[in-house]
């Protein structure tokens, strides 16, 4: 019967202990990694977004941009962090599925990340000077075909 009283006891004490130990997320700042340059859209959507959690949550959301490799030096970075919830990455697809082209990113794009929401869509937009004979995708090939070199672009990355 003593033991049992010991066992019993045991569990009350262990139970509380856990109990004290746990705590209730958050218990401290949030923080959002973006993977792109300050003033971009990712960061932007970020800042927009931070005080709408902080509120939500009732604790600090900093947003904090680490640039570079194409998004995959803070997709490594928030990979590496410790799975306690407070370290977020707000990015696009790239980054995650950069790793099956690059053999040494440091992460998996599948097995390292659980997505949490769809923040935001952006459309992809092609557009020609009102010069260029081209009405359409097929036309604007064609014309590009037809007169190598007379063509540039920009877009939002490193084309080529």
């Not at 209730?24 to 960061?43: E, H, N, R, S, Y």
Request: charged share 15%; glycine share 10%.
């Amino acid at each position: 019967m003593k033991l049992f009283f010991l066992l019993i006891a045991g569990a009350i004490v262990s139970g509380a202990a856990q109990a004290a130990l746990a705590q209730a997320w958050p218990g401290k700042p949030v923080t959002l990694i973006v993977p792109f340059a300050p003033g971009g859209i990712t960061d932007s959507s970020a800042r927009l977004l931070a005080p709408k959690i902080q509120e939500a949550i009732g604790q600090p959301v900093l947003v904090e941009n680490k640039l570079g490799a194409g998004g995959s030096i803070a997709t490594d970075y928030v990979a590496k962090a410790a799975p306690d919830g407070y370290t977020f990455l707000m990015g696009s697809a790239a980054p995650q599925t950069l790793w099956q082209f690059v053999q040494k990113v440091g992460y998996d794009g599948l097995k390292d990340f659980a997505p949490v929401t769809d923040v935001n869509t952006f459309p992809l937009v092609l557009m020609v000077h009102p010069s260029v004979p081209a009405h359409d995708v097929k036309e604007l090939i064609a014309f590009a075909k037809a007169h190598p070199g007379k063509l540039n672009f920009s877009g939002a990355g490193t084309e080529g």
